[in-house]
Nanobody, 124 residues
Framework: QKKVVESGGGSVHSGGELRLSCALS????????VAWFRRAPGKEREAVAG???????FNTDSVKGRFAISKDNAKNTLYLQMTSLKPEDTAMYYC??????????????????WGQGTQVTVSS
C-alpha cells in the first residue's frame, strides 16, 4: 500500500523554526517527484517547495531563502526545513508524491498521493 505521512508541525513564535518530515511507504522517493503544499485559512492550496525526479527544485517566492526542501533516499523521507517563520506561514502543510505530468501541472497539484497534513501555526 502506498502511503504518505507527514509529521513535525506545531506552534512557534515569529522567527522560529520547524522541520516537517514526510515518510513514504510503497513509493521509492529516489524515483519520483515530491513536493510540499500548504493551505492557509480562507486561501487556496499552493505549492511551497518541490523536488522533481530529475533534481529540479522549486520554491515559491514567499519562502525563498527561508524554506529548504530535501530528501533522504535511505530513509525514504522528504523534509521541509522552515526558518524565519512568519504568521503568514500559518497553514496546513501537505506532502505529495508521484506526479507524471508536466512540472507546472505537478505544482498545480497533480500529484497521485497525498498525506493527511500537519498544522503549522506561527504567532506574532
Amino acid at each position: 500500500q502506498k502511503k504518505v505521512v507527514e509529521s513535525g508541525g506545531g506552534s512557534v513564535h515569529s522567527g522560529g523554526e520547524l522541520r516537517l518530515s514526510c515518510a513514504l511507504s510503497g513509493i521509492d522517493i529516489s524515483d519520483v517527484s515530491v513536493a510540499w503544499f500548504r493551505r492557509a485559512p480562507g486561501k487556496e492550496r499552493e505549492a511551497v517547495a518541490g523536488l522533481r525526479r530529475d533534481g529540479t527544485t522549486f520554491n515559491t517566492d514567499s519562502v525563498k531563502g527561508r524554506f529548504a526542501i530535501s530528501k533522504d533516499n535511505a530513509k525514504n523521507t522528504l523534509y521541509l526545513q522552515m526558518t524565519s517563520l512568519k504568521p503568514e506561514d500559518t497553514a496546513m502543510y501537505y506532502c505529495a508524491a508521484v506526479c507524471q505530468s508536466t512540472w507546472q501541472a505537478c505544482l498545480a497539484g497533480n500529484f497521485n498521493h497525498w498525506g493527511q497534513g500537519t498544522q503549522v501555526t506561527v504567532s506574532s
